[in-house]
């Protein structure tokens, strides 16, 4: 599937400017995503559910989870990666956790 047809399943996420890659993608096709956050109250990891199972629905094979329980090899398999973050209340990532990624 490619990322554009995956945009209007989630009318909500509307991207606000093309990002060029400066590394050439080896397809436009997704065919396995990561899906991480970093949740202080569940409401990130609700949303990062709810998008890795829209992305199930669509065909994508999806890991997902806290990205502090992810390995980060992960990120070398995966055609997509989306990770949320708390933005309501400001708290700094803490600090054991900086630099993992």
Known sequence: M???AIFPVLPSCIPLKTIE???PLKSN???NAAVLWYSQTGNT???GKVLAKTLEKNGIKVVYGD???IDKSTASNVDL???GSPVVF???????HRGRW
Do not use: F
């Open 29 to 31: 096709e997704i065919k």
């Open 21 to 23: 890659a400066k590394v």
């Open 2 to 4: 490619a990322a554009a």
């Open 67 to 69: 990205l502090r329980d």
């Open 45 to 47: 990891q609700k949303c």
């Open 81 to 83: 990666i989306v990770i």
């Open 90 to 96: 400001y708290y700094d990532t803490p600090g054991e």
